[in-house]
Structures are given as structure tokens and as C-alpha cells.
């Protein structure tokens, strides 16, 4: 396992570095500048200059981008141009935030697809399995922005009955039973759209594994249902489901920048929109090349689970 | 035949279960955010006021409010030297009780209270007036204050009596008022941890005690305020919420008491609620909605296109529809206080398509002509649309080129625009000299429309070094400058537009200064 995880290292080495060069020139490519999103509307042309020099940016490209990614080598992450702070406080603060979201939307997709999945494989129900099909439908379809605007709406304003945004007043840890009335919106709209996904994805593999033949030789001696499907079929379809899970972790920390936006949940998705609007490339960078870290290490871990519960993998990696 | 897996009734049990265990949790957040009950006649002390704004804060930026959240934190905070009435440009005491200003008009004497000391617990003296404004023009700051170059033209403060500050300048200055009203009182000796957003220490009614970035504000009221009895609020918490539509949800379902960002549709249908909503409309802190023009730009450079625009703009259909009736046309800067406002000039370019059909005639065959607008805001998109469609009414051809805040900026500083814009100036509100001196758009020496003029520039100066900016003398060189911007016509002023506040009937006595800072010195909750 040792050598497995060691020969997918390097390609993950490669992707980071890459994604530094793409991330930093990506974000000078944008209209714009950090000088004059600081200066405001009404600086003078030598007010911009003056700042520019401040902040290094009348520097060659090049020799910024060697000076950036050296620093973050050591791990210095430098300080945010608009806010004044060290960024790794930033990060760290918002970084926090967005785990506790996504973390709680990716158990609330698993928790929904879990229970969805079984059913809408084996249902007979013609109208269970019509309204499954709708509902899913239209939770893959569904914008994050749109059924994030619905859901404020239904239960903040309709029914008042969840906070509309934001985080708890005395923190995330203060009160757990508050903490979790304000993850539910976010953390729903968040999760929808992946656990319709992976209930499709859960429903078609127990499907196909439900018309294997071992099924049907161990429905003939007489194995209950329940047990073919929960320790049989669902096991065997634990693999490729870990790698969809995988694949969708990636696509909800995307998601977020958007949810938190909607929601005012101060993690890294709304540190991202906030410092690409003023242009603020340390914290841009930073978060991004973070964003892709992570990506990284979960595809990596997914790769490591998919090894561990199927042992053909390792070995035919290793061949 | 054996079960398919989870049964029916498990199914809906666990649904039902679920859906109980939610609604139980939910109850007492929302319930914690406050009682739907109205602030009656009475003040009452106590309670925390939650807010919600849409911008974070940026600390080097503080000089120049320039968004909410620094707004919020300067009328919180910090304290001016004098204070504008919201409807007129006669000065009120504030940290300064009394001043008498020299025959020359070259220097002004301000006696200081003595009872104001700051959070940090120092006395208040003249040496921190002098520090503040040198503060106000030091180019340490990311973002100098507007004011700058009336700062720079106080040559020195004579501090030798810590109660009495005598301001020195380089020329009369008549908008110096604007500068005493816009300077608020800084600490010199924690002057470091603002840049850094660490502190904020001033002589105001709140004390700062923490920012989270992209989170929340919050205040503590300030035990040992100057003005007896006040605040009555024991806080401010301020939530940082980008989104606007999120914070119009967070008024309607009463987590905040008061918001600022709402767009003016939800306004219009917040305020139709009059037992739950107070609308708030900034009378005296306006801002100015404008197409601007580059004079050099093709077929731009000719004044009878620039007249052209100004007289196919239907005014009246922008503040109606745009901005829901808030507001009033205009074509020239000035509100309708302003001792600068003139009824007659201000009709000049009245709507009128036949004669602007009849100066496109005049000049030929005209180029597309490129109209940039910001889309931080929607109203400057829907603005876009209807002048797009007024010009193309009388012949003019505009394509519309969007862009976010940060490339408009940049475009508006360094003069990029290749052809007509639109977005809001401010410092009309003010003396009218402060306009054409420190309004970037306005600026005689160096402007987004590339326009120089010798005439409009001394016009400027002269109205600017007025001793006296609400003297007759002073009315006289306001009339010369406006005479100047309806002929040159660099700008084509649309509106006037005050900024428009929405709070909870639980909340009274909320207020604000000429700068749109908030001020709930004397707000209470029910």
C-alpha cells in the first residue's frame, strides 16, 4: 500500500506546481488592478504608482511569481492587500468555516443517498419511484443560487423558522444546537445537488449488481433480500461509489464559493469571491492553489479507499 | 416474498422524526434574534443592535468611506470636530465648541471640549486635531481621504493650548468646514493598529472590540462618552453580508434590525409593511448619478454630441423606474439646499429629443460609441439600458460594455473610458468648491474625461479660495462653475439620488451624518 501511495505522489507534486503557474497568471489575466481597487475613485494617477510599488506590483511577472511561490514554499503566505492581515490568520479562520460546511453537506448527501439509493433500486412502486426521479431531477438541475434563494425564502421568510444567513453571534462552538440550525440551509443547498448525483450513481450500481448471478443463486437458497442488498450488493458497490464521493467532495468546495456567497457563511468561498472583486492576488492565490491542495489529497485518499476495499487495484497497479 | 429493504412506515417514521427534531432546534435561533415588537415613544436602554451591510471592511481605506462597514465604523467610533445639520452647510458643534476664523480668512480658531477623552482613556487635546489632519492627507494610507488637497493647504495647527486648536492655511479656504465635518478625531498612539485592523480607537459613542474578516463587526457602548446618558444601545453587531438579497431575507425574517445595501426594489416592497419597516431616506447625503464623457474620444471631442445626450436623456424615467421615484432630475450637480442650486440652469438641458435630433443632424455620420458601466450595482446596468435606449431614440448608437468594480475603477482613475460611462459622484452635498476640487470627476487639473478648460480652472479655484464658501462672493463663483459645466458639458448630470435605509419598527432614533456614517448615538430598541 507504502509503494502505491508513494508512486501517485509525484503526479500530485506535478499538479500543484502547475496549478501554481496557472492560478497566478489566471488571476493577472483579469481586468483590473489591485492599486487602483485600493486607491479608490477618486486617487490620483501618482497615488496608484505609489501603491503599486508598495505592493510589488511594478515588478516583472516572473520575478513576482518566483518571490510568491517561494514564500508559500516556506510556508509564508504574505499579508492581504485589503484587509492588512496575515493571510494564513485569513485562511485558517475561513478555511475552518468551510470544512464545517462542506463536511456537513458531504454526510448530509452520503446520509441522503444511503437511504434514497437502496429504494430506488429495488422500489416496485411506480409512483415512489416517479416522485425519486423528480425530485432528484430537479435537485441536479437546480443552480445553487436558485434553490438557495428558495430555500431562504420558504423557511426564513414564509416560515420563519432558520436564520437566513450568516454564522452564530458567540461562535461555531458555542452552542452546537445553534451552530446546526444555521448549517442547515447552506448545507442542504450544498448538498443537493451531490446526493442526487450519488443516489442516481448508488441506484444504478445496486441495480446491476441486483442482476449478477450470485444474486440469483443466493435468492435460490433462499438469502433474505435485505441481506443480498445491504451486505452483498451494497459492498460490492462501495468502490466505485467512494470514487464518485470523491470526485463530488471536489465539486462541493466549488459549490461553496456560491452557498456561502447566498448564505453570508464567512469561509474561503466568500474570501475568494471578496478578493477576486478587489483584486487582491495574495489571498486569490493562495486559496485557489489551498482549494487544489485539497482537491489533491482527497483524490489521493479516494484512490488509497478504492486500493483498500478493492485489492485488484494495488495489484494492478503494481503489475 | 421478503421485504425490498426499508419499509414505508420506517421510512416515513424516520422522515417525521427527522422533520420534529429540526423544527424543535430551529425555534430558538430565530427566536433569539428578538421580539417583533414596535420602539415606542420612550427611549430604553439596553439591547444589541444587529445589522447587516454588504461590504467588509478594508482598514488603510478608512479615510475615504467608500464603503459600508468603514461608514458604519467611523459613526460608531469616531468623532468630527464640527457637524453639518443634514440639510444645510452651517456648522455645528461637536468636539469643537466654538471658533472664530480671521479677518483674512487664513486662519481659524476652534476652542476644544475638555470633558472628551478617547477609548484608550487619554484626554482629548489640540495636538490630536493637528495629528488627524495630518493623518487625513498622508499618503502612507492606501486611499488618501478626498479632502486632501484642503488638508494639505492647513500649513500648520498652533497646538500650544491643549484646549484650543489655531488652524493656519495657505490660502482661504471656504469649504474648510467640509474638512472639520470629514475628519473624524484619531488616536496617535494607536494609529498603527487601524492600518493593520487590529484597533480603532476614537472619542465616539461605541467602542470597537473585534473584527472578523468576512465576518462581523462588533461594538461595545463606550462607558465613558462625553454626551450624559448616551448611547442607550449597549452594542452594534454588524454581520458582513455580501449578498443582497440575503440581506433583505435577514430584515424580513427580523435577525438584523437595521440593513444597509438593500436594493431599491426590496426597499419599495419592505416599506409597504409600515408596522414592521421604517424606511430611512438620507436626505442631505446624497449621491449623483451621471454619464460622463471622453472628450477625446471620436466624434465626443464635439460639445453639440455632448448636448446631444444630455438633451435625449429622459431623467425623469430613470429616477422613476431605476430608482423607484427616490430622488429628483437634474443638470447640474447640486441638490436642491445647496446655496450653488439655481432652478433656471437646472432646466437647461430638459428632455427634449427634437433638438437633440437636431444636433445629431448637424454633425453627420457618428460612430458607435462604447458606454461602460459597473455591475456591482443593478441599477447602474438598468440606468445603462434606458439611456442606451434614449440615445438610440435621436440617432445615437451606444454599445454597452459591462464591467466589475475593480476593472471600472481602474478605467475611471486612469482615464481609460474610449467613450461615455456611468456611475455616481458625491460632494455635492457639501460646499459647492469641495466639488470641483476633490471630486475626481469634477477636477479642473485631472479628470476621467480628459477635459482641461483655463476658465472652468480658475472658476474653480476662485469659488475654493472663498473665505467665507456661503457668502454672496462665494454664490457668484458657484454660478461661474456651473455656467462652465453646462457649456463644457463633460459630465451630463441625471439625478440626484439620497441613499435610502430600511430598519425594523423595533429600532428608533437611528440617524446619519452628510458622509452616510451611521449614527445611533440617541437609537434605542423596543
Not at chain 2, 430584515?251 to 424606511?279: C, H, M, T, W, Y
Not at chain 2, 432630475?329 to 433656471?344: C, F, G, I, M, Q
Request: aromatic residues 8%.
Amino acid at each position: 500500500m507504502l509503494r502505491y501511495l508513494v508512486r501517485r505522489v509525484p503526479s500530485a507534486v506535478l499538479v500543484l506546481f502547475l496549478a501554481s503557474v496557472l492560478i497566478f497568471a489566471i488571476i493577472r489575466l483579469i481586468p483590473g488592478d489591485p492599486a487602483t481597487s485600493l486607491a479608490g475613485s477618486d486617487a490620483s494617477p501618482e497615488a496608484v504608482a505609489a501603491i503599486r510599488h508598495d505592493l510589488g506590483l511594478d515588478q516583472s511577472v516572473p520575478s513576482q511569481y518566483l518571490s510568491w511561490i517561494g514564500n508559500v514554499l516556506t510556508l509564508d503566505f504574505g499579508q492581504s492587500y485589503s484587509v492588512g492581515g496575515e493571510i494564513t490568520s485569513l485562511v485558517a479562520d475561513g478555511f475552518g468555516n468551510t470544512v464545517i460546511l462542506t463536511l456537513s453537506a458531504l454526510l448530509l448527501a452520503i446520509l441522503i443517498a444511503a437511504v434514497v439509493g437502496p429504494i430506488w433500486a429495488t422500489t416496485r412502486n411506480h409512483w415512489l419511484e416517479s416522485a425519486i426521479t423528480v425530485v432528484n431531477t430537479i435537485s441536479v438541475a437546480l443552480p445553487t443560487f436558485v434553490s438557495g434563494v428558495l430555500l431562504v425564502l420558504l423557511l426564513t421568510v414564509i416560515f420563519p423558522v432558520l436564520p437566513s444567513a450568516g454564522i452564530p453571534p458567540d461562535g461555531m462552538f458555542a452552542r452546537l444546537d445553534i451552530t446546526a440550525q444555521y448549517l442547515v440551509l447552506p448545507a442542504l443547498c450544498l448538498a443537493l445537488p451531490v446526493s442526487a448525483v450519488l443516489s442516481r450513481f448508488l441506484a444504478e450500481t445496486l441495480r446491476t449488481e441486483l442482476r449478477q448471478p450470485y444474486v440469483l443463486t443466493a435468492t435460490a437458497l433462499g438469502v433474505p433480500r435485505r441481506r443480498l442488498l445491504l451486505r452483498y450488493a451494497m459492498r460490492n458497490a462501495l468502490p466505485t461509489t467512494v470514487t464518485v464521493i470523491g470526485l463530488q467532495a471536489g465539486s462541493l468546495l466549488g459549490g461553496a464559493v456560491l452557498v456561502e456567497a447566498i448564505f453570508a457563511w464567512p469561509g474561503i468561498g466568500q474570501l475568494i469571491e471578496q478578493a477576486i472583486g478587489r483584486r487582491d492576488y495574495p489571498v486569490v492565490q493562495v486559496l485557489l492553489l489551498l482549494s487544489v491542495f485539497i482537491f489533491v489529497v482527497i483524490q489521493l485518499l479516494t484512490d488509497v479507499v478504492h486500493a483498500l476495499l478493492d485489492p485488484r487495484v494495488r495489484i494492478g497497479g503494481a503489475q | 416474498m421478503e421485504n425490498n429493504g426499508i419499509s414505508r412506515r420506517s421510512l416515513l417514521a424516520g422522515l417525521g422524526a427527522g422533520g420534529a427534531l429540526l423544527l424543535a432546534a430551529c425555534s430558538s435561533a430565530v427566536d433569539e434574534a428578538g421580539s417583533g415588537a414596535s420602539a415606542g415613544p420612550t427611549p430604553k436602554a439596553g439591547g444589541t443592535l444587529k445589522v447587516a451591510i454588504p461590504d467588509d471592511l478594508i482598514p488603510k481605506n478608512l479615510f475615504t468611506n467608500s464603503n459600508t462597514a468603514i461608514t458604519a465604523l467611523i459613526g460608531l467610533v469616531y468623532e468630527s470636530l464640527t457637524r453639518y445639520p443634514n440639510d444645510s452647510i452651517e456648522p455645528k458643534p461637536r468636539l469643537a465648541k466654538s471658533w472664530t476664523a480671521s479677518a483674512d480668512g487664513l486662519s481659524l480658531t476652534l476652542q476644544l471640549r475638555d470633558d472628551v477623552v478617547f477609548h484608550s482613556g487619554r484626554a482629548f487635546t489640540s495636538k490630536d486635531v493637528e495629528f488627524s489632519i495630518k493623518a487625513y492627507a498622508d499618503a502612507s494610507w492606501h486611499a488618501q481621504g478626498q479632502l486632501q488637497s484642503t488638508a494639505k493647504a492647513v500649513t500648520s495647527v498652533d497646538t500650544t493650548d491643549p484646549h484650543q486648536a489655531v488652524l493656519h492655511f495657505a490660502h482661504p479656504l471656504g469649504n474648510i468646514f467640509d474638512l472639520l465635518d470629514t475628519v473624524f478625531i484619531i488616536d496617535s498612539e494607536t494609529v498603527e493598529d487601524i492600518k493593520t485592523g487590529k484597533g480603532f480607537v476614537g472619542t465616539g459613542p461605541f467602542t470597537f472590540k473585534s473584527w472578523t474578516p468576512n465576518s462581523s463587526l462588533v461594538f461595545e457602548k463606550n462607558p465613558k462618552y462625553w454626551q450624559p446618558g448616551r448611547p442607550y444601545l449597549d452594542g452594534v453587531r454588524i454581520g458582513i453580508v455580501p449578498d443582497t438579497n440575503a440581506i433583505a431575507a435577514q430584515l424580513k425574517s427580523g435577525q438584523v434590525d437595521f440593513a444597509e445595501g438593500v436594493s431599491p426594489r426590496d426597499i419599495e416592497e419592505l416599506s409597504k409593511d409600515a408596522k414592521k419597516f421604517n424606511k430611512t431616506t438620507l436626505a442631505g447625503a446624497e449621491q449623483q448619478i451621471y454619464v460622463g464623457t471622453n472628450v477625446t474620444a471620436p466624434a465626443l471631442g464635439d460639445v453639440r454630441l455632448r448636448q446631444a445626450i444630455a438633451y435625449a436623456i429622459d431623467r425623469d424615467r430613470i429616477i422613476s423606474e431605476v430608482f423607484r421615484g427616490n430622488g429628483y432630475a437634474t443638470n447640474l450637480p447640486w441638490p436642491k439646499y445647496s446655496v450653488a442650486y439655481d432652478a433656471e440652469k437646472n432646466k437647461r438641458y430638459a428632455y427634449n429629443q427634437a433638438k437633440a435630433k437636431e444636433l445629431v443632424a448637424q454633425i453627420g455620420t457618428l460612430p458607435t460609441i462604447p458606454y461602460t458601466y459597473n455591475t456591482a450595482l443593478p441599477v447602474y446596468a438598468a440606468t445603462a439600458q434606458i439611456v442606451q435606449a434614449n440615445l438610440a431614440a435621436v440617432g445615437i448608437k451606444v454599445e454597452l460594455e459591462p464591467v466589475d468594480a475593480a476593472t471600472f475603477v481602474k478605467q475611471l482613475i486612469g482615464a481609460e473610458f474610449k467613450g461615455i460611462w456611468t456611475t455616481f459622484h458625491s460632494w455635492a452635498q457639501y460646499t459647492p468648491s469641495t466639488l470641483v476640487v476633490s471630486a475626481y470627476p469634477f477636477n479642473a487639473l485631472h479628470n476621467a474625461s480628459h477635459f482641461t478648460s483655463d476658465d472652468y480652472t480658475s472658476a474653480s479655484q476662485a469659488a475654493w479660495k472663498q473665505p467665507d464658501g456661503r457668502s454672496d462672493a462665494a454664490i457668484a463663483e458657484y454660478a461661474k462653475v456651473s455656467d462652465e459645466l453646462l457649456e463644457a458639458l463633460f459630465l451630463v448630470e441625471i439625478g440626484v439620488i439620497p441613499f435610502q435605509w430600511v430598519s425594523s419598527t423595533r429600532l428608533s432614533g437611528l440617524s446619519y451624518t452628510k458622509r452616510w456614517e451611521l449614527d445611533v448615538t440617541n437609537a434605542y430598541l423596543a
